[in-house]
């Protein structure tokens, strides 16, 4: 029971991570009517924005260890800790939350510069091409921070205060076998969070109505001189500070790495296919549900029965669910029919 | 097509000046030829953009190895055989993607390269070994080679086409026999009526169906088609080096032919091996150059020049090759989507053009003053 319920957890976990990816994949594609191979990237960004950020603040100066006094040994000490004494070490130990405030508005820069720079000239070129060309764009990125970063994961740890793991057991009376690390439970709820707000802000805004009418019918729109272009670009900018925002705060639980964007990218893809081309709600409950049944099928009651089922179980619901509802679990119609 | 012959027989000689000439490379660029044509043939044909063509590739090199394992050295029921596993394994993943278009297809083909990527590493490790990959031992049955009582060498063998040995030179020898095969079939099939057909699909697929004929049978066989090219590269891989890996059906790998194609000109006849030209012997180069060569090719400036140039193309040699390799993947599909054989098209157009005024000009003026 407890097993099934870590990896129920293990699960919504990670299917918040596709799901927050999925969600801006949809919204590009629902808006902008471009597939966005580079959208993984964006993930790749946000995780280094922390990993820069956790970098900048422990730049450090070696100084005499008063410990050592038989030889001269030296150890690091942050300037941040030099200047600012314990505020700066909190700020250190804080990086990551921290660093959102400086993922955003790089996020939302490089969204724009992305849309304004490469895009736009996609939207009238068939969806191979521009499949190819933020394929390309994707490439260019992740070799760009492989450079930069080398190739190994870069361990970002989260805040000490919550680095250990929460009594859920405890709060759902099931005993306190059952334990999960704080960040996750954070990730999750902040994730919920985000996919709350990017809904409400879609529904209960006036300009998330004019991005809904547009998604339904632009040039109608357009004809009531609405700048719906305009409109759209934001809202690509709005999908890159998403998936920034999720990778930032992803960088705790999986040590960013160059290439986690197209790893991610390639199961979010299917996840946006299974949900349905252009549904909202279907990429984000696709996430989650294949989320979940990828780390079900992690357990070794699970495994021990169908080895290796949970290298293959993504693809094969997207398979499954392709072949016998060919516009995804909650597909519109007329979007991306063939 | 002869000339074809004599080009590709050739090539030792008419690539010896750009530094190319050696059987490791030329190797290359036959079996990736033969996969970029392959791949020609269903995503310049027909238009499905398929990401999950490595997949055969990496059947036919574990199937290639498997008969040298257990069967025989020679060459010849590697090859056959791997063809074999390739066309089915291509009947199947096509039987079930090609049931979509589009952008569908193009994510059922990758979902199913990537479970067949995943596989490898776990449940299929008795096939597969896993990431060492699978290689030749000593002790491997090969039961035909025992049942003719062949002579064995010392240490391992080596791959051989009745006696020839596959390495250096005859091995490349090999590939461009097959590749000179594998084009004339591609040929036959770009200009068959049934090549006509798959054009038809990607033309309009509606209006095919609309005259009647059932498009997914033509489809189907496409696929599988390509799927054996695929796995006739595959095999020559593992026989001009016999060891297969999973990293072979990646999804980057599929994407590596895919862009080979999209260089050369998609949907052209020579275009994909154009494509496999460039990309491998800028791979060659560009990753064989390092801090040295660069500070030695641009000594010509001034010191801080030198540092200057150095340090700003330095990411994109060596290691960072695949920064180049996106760069150019972008240019390419931004500004010349028909690839370098469009640009050749445009060029000679404007050539053509210019001469066309010129002589209309002078017939104009000879016109007048008469």
């Known amino acids: 029971m407890d097993a099934i319920l870590i990896q129920l957890l293990n699960g919504l976990d990670k299917g918040a991570a596709y799901a927050l990816i999925a969600l801006g994949l949809t919204l590009v594609f629902g808006t902008l009517g471009v597939v966005n191979f580079a959208h993984g990237a964006l993930f790749l960004i946000g995780a280094f924005c922390a990993v820069s950020f956790q970098k900048v603040v422990t730049i450090s100066k070696k100084i005499l260890d008063p410990n050592i006094t038989y030889f001269d040994a030296y150890i690091e000490q942050p300037y941040l800790e030099i200047w600012m004494g314990d505020t700066g070490l909190a700020i250190i130990d804080y990086a990551v939350p921290l660093s959102l405030f400086f ?5 939302l820069l490089v969204g724009l510069a992305m849309e304004r720079g490469l895009i736009q000239f996609f939207y009238k070129r068939s969806h191979a091409e521009q499949i190819l060309v933020t394929f390309g764009l994707a490439i260019v990125l992740q070799e760009i921070i492989r450079h930069f970063y080398g ?4 361990p970002t740890p989260a805040p000490d205060i919550v680095s250990g793991s929460a009594q859920v057991g405890l709060w759902i009376g099931l005993g306190d076998t059952l334990v999960y690390p704080w960040w996750r439970i954070i990730y999750l709820i902040s994730s919920v969070g985000i996919i709350t707000a990017v809904f409400s802000f879609l529904n209960l805004t006036t300009f998330g109505m004019v991005v809904r009418a547009g998604m339904a019918d632009r040039q109608m729109v357009g004809f009531l001189g609405i700048n719906i272009q305009r409109k759209f670009t934001i809202i690509f900018a709005l999908a890159a500070i998403v998936a920034g925002v ?3 705060m992803y960088a705790p639980i999986l040590p960013p790495d160059y290439h986690m964007g197209m790893d991610f990218l390639v199961i979010s893809f299917v996840i946006v296919v299974v949900g349905g081309m252009g549904s909202l709600r279907g990429a984000v409950a696709s996430g989650f549900l294949l989320g979940v049944l990828q780390s079900l099928a992690a357990m070794t009651a699970v495994s021990s029965i169908l080895p290796g089922i949970e290298q293959i179980i993504i693809y094969l619901v997207a398979v499954i669910v392709l072949l ?9 119609k007329g979007v991306m029919d063939e | 097509m002869l000339i074809f012959t004599a080009a590709v027989l050739s090539m030792p000689i008419w690539l010896d000046p750009i530094g190319a000439n050696y059987p490791d490379l030329l190797q290359k660029f036959a079996i990736f030829g033969i996969f970029a044509i392959g791949y020609n043939i269903l995503f310049g044909l027909t238009g499905y953009l398929s990401f999950g063509h490595a997949v055969f590739l990496g059947v036919g090199s574990y199937t290639a190895v498997w008969s040298f394992k257990l069967l025989t050295m020679n060459v010849i029921p590697a090859m056959f055989f791997s063809i074999l596993m390739a066309g089915i394994i291509a009947a199947g993943i096509g039987y079930v993607s090609l049931r979509r278009s589009g952008i569908y297809f193009s994510i ?8 067949f990527y995943n596989l490898a590493y776990s449940v299929l490790m008795p096939i597969t070994n896993g990431e060492t990959g699978l290689q030749l031992t000593m002790h491997d049955p090969r039961v035909i080679d025992v049942a003719f009582s062949r002579e064995v060498p010392e240490g391992l063998p080596s791959t051989d086409f009745f006696g020839i040995s596959m390495n250096g030179y005859s091995g490349f020898y090999f590939c461009a026999v097959m590749l000179i095969l594998a084009f004339f079939i591609y040929l036959k099939i770009f200009r068959s009526p049934f090549g006509m057909k798959l054009k038809g699909i990607k033309s309009n697929q509606k209006r095919m169906k609309y005259i009647g004929s059932d498009t997914r049978p033509y489809l189907i066989t496409a696929f599988v088609i390509s799927g054996m090219f695929a796995g006739l590269a595959g095999s020559l891989m593992a026989v001009t080096d016999p060891l297969a890996g999973a ?13 080979m194609t999209i260089l050369g000109g998609v949907g052209t006849v020579y275009g994909p091996l154009l494509g496999v030209g460039i990309i491998k012997y800028l791979e060659n180069i560009f990753s064989s150059i390092n801090e040295s060569v660069l500070n030695n090719f641009f000594s010509f400036m001034p010191q801080w020049g030198e540092s200057l140039l150095t340090s700003l193309t330095m990411p994109f040699v060596g290691e960072g090759w695949h920064l180049t390799l996106g760069l150019l993947f972008m240019l390419i599909v931004i ?15 404007s050539i053509m053009n210019k001469k066309n005024i010129e002589e209309s000009e002078a017939t104009a003026k000879e016109s007048s003053d008469g």
């Open chain 2, 247 to 259: 990293e072979r059906m990646q999804w980057t790998a599929s994407g590596e032919v895919i862009l």
């Open chain 2, 108 to 115: 059922l083909t990758l979902a199913f390269a990537q479970m």
């Open chain 2, 335 to 349: 500004f010349l989507p028909g690839g370098v054989m469009e640009g050749l098209q445009r060029i000679k157009d």
């Open chain 1, 103 to 107: 993922a955003v508005p790089i996020m």
């Open chain 1, 324 to 332: 016998t509802r060919p516009r995804g679990l909650m597909g519109r």
């Open chain 1, 246 to 248: 999720a990778g930032a």
């Open chain 1, 151 to 154: 190739a190994n994961p870069i």
